[in-house]
């Protein structure tokens, strides 16, 4: 394309450049834009900062494959001066693409871009191409980009950010504040006012201010600056304090600053607001008022059960005071009780070093103070104290640790779920009480879990409990093995049986006695004893049958087949889970008697 100067007849004098674009679809007047491709236009539009991006106005239909248009300058061609009075602004249409507008976008996210000046209406105009401005609402962000931004009318007066994170306030020409992060610092010259009256220089002076102050919001408070004020009794909530009670005049500050229902109150140091000082000479001690809630008064009161409470000495009249942290005295004549937990730590008699104060004695009376040295313990006798270290088999040091001197300990001290008998071994049960347990030494492989050395009975004729052994903690998947000691007597019955329980559930339940073979049979009403073994696989799934039993019976009189044994076998599956107690049940027939006793718990160690 060539940039080529067009005469008045065409443009009038302005930078005019011709564009070969094949079919093109312009007219003379339209204002366009760059399309995105190199060297292809499109029109312009102000309805987006990408679509005002305007390059010029079109001022010859030259033919079908090429057009001019003008760049900047005085522009005369026909078609292209909008009838419009002389001096009028011409801007880019935010609603027809392409076209010039006398009206000025103002719809939030138009963009306000003048084109050019009419100079005669219809026939001329000076296109000035001005950068475009987003219109926006209050609501919305302006970039500034580090620019001053002009806030008043003779200009001096300005929010500039040329520095990274930092905003200047400047106000009549001087910088006055300045912003940073987490930071508002007041220049040099400058003072930070509260509607208050308290003031924050540039120095450091304070002015209104107090440190020990703190400010509430309460709804219909009723108070004014220079109120004296209690709590009320509710949380968060205060009122007027009067030296009339005890508990009325228990000062906790004075109103200094009132805001409708917010109110600020200082509770020690210095007062500077003037409303708050009362109008007395300088070094005069106020008092609280008696008779007035809420007032201060030069005066001390005098009269019996008032409150003589000291609350400030007046240094500047009418204009400054300091808080006294002192506590009121109740007034009297006669005998005065003191308030509970009045009396501080401070206000007691001093003590000699390392002493505690105690009653040292079996009856009330006054406290003494007992001498307490390094490593001491307190030991009451039930007639006072007696101060003294850890002696014999423990000491302990004054950091609180106890050693027990070596070889000290010995069974009697041991916490042992049984007791022992000689060659058993400790062993560690965590189920057991203490967690250890006395049991017999084996090969290594089999350990003895538990037992019962009680005889237990019964002469019922319906199922009934006999041995048991409680508290176990057997695996699951152990193999066991349970031997207990029978005895049979016949007293004129037949038979008996007994039966198993393996944690509350019945794995063999005892047999009729009545029937023939199916318990220790009488064999001519013999009384008879012996010994069950019981055998109980490891318990996995699908493997619960797993009870192998017999039981030898030895006749009293020798009649019959002694040694005779009867197998017994699982009816119900057997655990798979923990094994915590195995319980022998019996039954025998009229007038007969069964009882079991020696039952002990063995288990086998799986690898």
């Known amino acids: 394309m060539t940039l080529t100067k067009i005469g008045a007849s065409l443009s009038g004098g302005a930078d005019v450049i011709h564009i070969t674009h094949a079919s093109h679809p312009f007219t003379v007047g339209q204002v366009l834009r760059s399309s995105g491709s190199a060297g292809v236009y499109t029109t312009a539009q102000a309805d987006s900062a990408a679509n005002a991006e305007v390059i010029g106005i079109v001022v010859q239909d030259i033919d079908t494959n090429t057009y001019a248009m ?72 302006w970039d500034v980009n580090g620019s001053e931004l002009i806030l008043d009318v003779d200009g001096d007066t300005s929010l500039h950010a040329d520095t990274d994170d930092q905003i200047d306030v400047q106000i009549a020409g001087a910088d006055d504040f300045r912003f940073t992060a987490n930071t508002l610092s007041i220049l040099s010259g400058s003072t930070l006012a509260i509607d208050s009256g308290a003031t924050l220089a540039n120095s450091g002076t304070l002015t209104g201010f107090n440190s020990n102050s703190f400010t509430v919001t309460q709804a219909s408070h009723g108070l004014a600056v220079g109120k004296v004020v209690k709590s009320s009794g509710s949380n968060g909530a ?51 008022d008696p008779s007035n809630a809420g007032d201060l008064t030069a005066t001390e009161p005098s009269t019996d059960d008032q409150i003589s409470k000291p609350v400030a000495i007046v240094t500047h009249q009418n204009s400054k005071m300091v808080l006294l942290p002192f506590r009121g005295e ?126 237990d009975s019964s002469t019922s004729t319906s199922v009934s409990d006999l041995c048991d052994v409680t508290s176990l903690t057997i695996p699951a998947g152990t193999p066991i093995r349970v031997w207990t000691a029978a005895r049979y007597g016949a007293g004129g019955g037949d038979n008996a049986s007994i039966g198993l329980t393996i944690n509350g559930t019945a794995m063999r339940t005892p047999v009729n006695p009545a029937v023939a073979s199916q318990g220790w049979e009488a064999n001519g009403n013999d009384d008879m004893d012996g010994v069950w073994i019981l055998d109980i696989g490891p318990r996995v799934t699908n493997y619960t049958k797993g ?52 039952m002990h718990v063995y288990s086998w160690a799986v690898s």
């Open 330 to 455: 109740i007034l009297g004549t006669g005998a005065q009780s003191v308030a509970d937990d009045s009396i501080t730590n401070a206000k007691l008699a001093n003590m000699a070093a390392n002493t505690v104060k105690v009653r040292d004695a079996n009856s009330s009376g006054d406290p003494s103070d007992l001498a307490v040295a390094t490593t001491q313990l307190i030991i009451g006798d039930g007639t006072g104290f007696t101060a003294a270290a850890l002696s014999g088999e423990a000491t302990m040091t004054n950091a609180g640790v106890v050693s027990v001197s070596d070889n000290i300990i010995d069974e009697a001290n041991l916490k042992v779920s049984n007791s022992p008998t000689n060659g058993q071994f400790l062993s560690a049960q965590s189920g057991n009480t203490g967690g250890l347990t006395w049991a017999a030494a084996g090969g290594g492989a089999v350990s003895w879990e538990g037992g019962n050395t009680t005889e």
């Open 547 to 598: 009870l192998l039993g017999f039981a030898n019976r030895h006749p009293a009189s020798g009649v019959g087949a002694a040694g005779a044994m009867h197998g017994v076998n699982a009816q119900a599956a057997l655990p798979t889970g923990e094994i915590q107690s195995i319980v022998h049940t019996g039954i025998v027939a009229s007038g007969a008697t069964i009882a079991t006793d020696e």
């Open 238 to 288: 205060f009122a007027t304090a009067q030296a009339n009670t005890a508990a009325n005049a228990e000062v906790v500050g004075i109103v200094t600053v009132v805001s409708g229902n917010d109110i600020t109150i200082t509770t020690s140091g210095e007062i500077d607001v003037a409303a708050a000082v009362p109008n007395v000479a300088a070094s005069t001690v106020v008092f609280l």
């Open 70 to 141: 003008a760049l900047s300058g005085r522009i005369t061609a026909d078609g292209v001066v909008p009838v419009a009075t002389a001096g009028t602004v011409l801007f880019l249409s935010p609603t027809s693409a392409g076209a010039l507008t006398t009206t000025e976008p103002t719809t939030t996210g138009q963009i306000s871009k003048p084109i050019g000046v009419v100079t005669t209406s219809n026939l001329e105009m000076i296109m000035i191409n001005y950068r475009g401005e987003v219109v926006a609402t209050s609501t919305e962000s």
